[in-house]
């Protein structure tokens, strides 16, 4: 079994910063891509950023500049380190890892950026 554990999320005020990691844990051969997921109140869940294997990274247009991921293969472990935040961003964030056969999501973790 797999298990995915995220911190880093709270509250900040308009143009501060949060990082994000996700943990996997378990029967873990070999992970895929790692993805950052959001989802607002209202809103669809929406892929935020993405990381292959092999580094290779893909962001949503709202974040690109502010947002950056990042993954430590050794410790089963993506990152989201969020720069500039904007009140929009307020969110449930949610990591997914992509495995060989299957997929995981985290539990989310609420980022709320106000003043």
């Known amino acids: 079994q797999v298990q995915l554990v995220e911190s880093g999320g709270g509250l900040v005020q308009p143009g501060g910063s949060l990082r994000l990691s996700c943990a996997a844990s378990?029967?873990?051969?070999?992970?895929?891509?790692m993805n950052w997921y959001r989802q607002a109140p209202g809103k669809e869940r929406e892929l935020v950023a993405q990381?292959?294997?092999?580094?290779?990274?893909n962001y949503a247009d709202s974040v690109k500049g502010r947002f950056t991921i990042s993954r430590d293969n050794a410790k089963n472990t993506v990152y989201l380190q969020m720069n500039s935040l904007k009140p929009e961003d307020t969110a449930v964030y949610y990591c997914?890892?992509?495995?060989?056969?299957?997929?995981?999501w985290g539990q989310g973790t609420q980022v709320t950026v106000s003043s």
């Open positions: 990381i292959t294997s092999s580094g290779s990274t």
């Open positions: 378990g029967r873990i051969f070999s992970i895929n891509t």
């Open positions: 997914n890892v992509v495995f060989p056969k299957a997929s995981h």
